[in-house]
């Protein structure tokens, strides 16, 4: 399982920037608070983190979502030594680095959060790389399981092929500074569901 080894242009408990983008900054916590409290009622015995960032998304599952277990996957070494901590702090969370999609993930979900940064260059088209997750995502959700991402923006949610999607509420919050240094106030929450059809 490979991690990788980055120089952040800043890294502290408000933000990550690398190579002038912003990983994740402080500004998400009011949407991820608003997400998960919204989201409480699924109860997910187990959970699948992907992407720790600054830590707020697992915070606030262990708060909100209270599984019994919660799978974390970071892939950028400092990053990862955070959420060790994170870890060694909360018995339910079992940290894992390296890259997820290089992991044997052989056991099934309640609850996948799917929120990485890709500090790599994309080989595949956007419509491919969705659709690989998708079928990934698939494989290691319980059948009656939910696959949950951040969508910024008034825009449609994209459709991931072999789910039914779910917007449960669009909702405007205190600006998002985003990757490209634009805020966002339009948020969504959504899932996913596994198509019984397909």
Excluded at 20 to 38: A, D, H, I
Excluded at 66 to 84: Q, S, T
Aim: aromatic share 10%.
């Amino acid at each position: 399982m490979s991690s990788i080894e980055l120089q952040f242009d800043e890294k502290n408990e408000d933000v990550l920037i690398w190579n002038g983008q912003v990983v994740m900054s402080r500004t998400e916590e009011e949407y991820f608070k608003v997400l998960f409290r919204r989201l409480a009622y699924l109860k997910p015995v187990s959970v699948l983190e992907i992407g720790y960032g600054l830590g707020i998304s697992a915070g606030l599952i262990q708060e909100y979502l209270m599984p019994l277990r919660h799978d974390i996957f970071e892939i950028e070494k400092a990053v990862c030594k955070d959420l060790e901590r994170f870890s060694d702090a909360n018995l339910s969370v079992h940290s894992h680095c390296g890259d997820w999609k290089q992991s044997v993930i052989d056991q099934q979900y309640d609850f996948i959060f799917f929120d990485p940064f890709d500090y790599s260059p994309n080989q595949q088209s956007d419509e491919e790389e969705r659709a690989e997750t998708a079928r990934r995502m698939r494989l290691m959700l319980n059948p009656r399981g939910v696959l949950c991402h951040p969508h910024f923006g008034d825009g449609d949610v994209p459709h991931l092929p072999g789910f039914t999607t779910v917007v449960v509420e669009r909702l405007k919050v205190s600006p998002i500074r985003m990757a490209d240094e634009t805020s966002c106030e339009d948020v969504a929450i959504v899932f996913h569901r596994p198509d019984v059809n397909s």
